[in-house]
C-alpha cells in the first residue's frame, strides 16, 4: 500500500524559509511525477510545483523564484524550499505521486494526508 508522509510544516513569520518533505513507501516500482499542492481556506487546491521524468520542472506564477521542488536520487523523496514567504502562502500543503506498482505495471496518483504552512507574525 502506498504511502505518502510530508513533513516539515509550521509557523514562519515573512520573509521566512521552510523545506518539505515527502516520503514514499509502499513497494513502488517507480515515481513517475512528483509535485506539490495547496489549498489555503475557502479557495480551491492549487497545483504549486511538479517534476516528472518527461517534463521541464514547473511552478505556480505565485511561487516563481521563492520556491523550489527537487528530489533525492532514488525518486522516493521529494522536497519544496519555500523561501521569502509570504502570509498568501498560508495553506495546507499536499505532497502527490504518479507511482507504478510491481504487481500491474499500472500508474496511479497517490495523495499525502497535508502539512500546515502559516505564515503569519
Known amino acids: 500500500q502506498v504511502q505518502l508522509v510530508e513533513s516539515g510544516g509550521g509557523l514562519v513569520q515573512p520573509g521566512g524559509s521552510l523545506r518539505l518533505s515527502c516520503a514514499a513507501s509502499?513497494?513502488?516500482?517507480?515515481?513517475?511525477?512528483m509535485r506539490w499542492y495547496r489549498q489555503a481556506p475557502g479557495k480551491q487546491r492549487e497545483l504549486v510545483a511538479a517534476?516528472?521524468?518527461?517534463?521541464?520542472?514547473k511552478y505556480a506564477d505565485s511561487v516563481k523564484g521563492r520556491f523550489t521542488i527537487s528530489n533525492n536520487n532514488d525518486r522516493r523523496t521529494w522536497y519544496l524550499q519555500m523561501n521569502s514567504l509570504e502570509p498568501e502562502d498560508t495553506a495546507v500543503y499536499y505532497c502527490?505521486?504518479?507511482?507504478?506498482?510491481?504487481?500491474?505495471?499500472?500508474?496511479?496518483?497517490?495523495w499525502g494526508q497535508g502539512t500546515q504552512v502559516t505564515v503569519s507574525s
Open positions: 502527490n505521486a504518479d507511482a507504478v506498482m510491481p504487481a500491474t505495471l499500472s500508474s496511479n496518483t497517490y
Open positions: 509502499g513497494g513502488i516500482f517507480m515515481i513517475n511525477a
Open positions: 517534476t516528472t521524468r518527461s517534463s521541464p520542472t
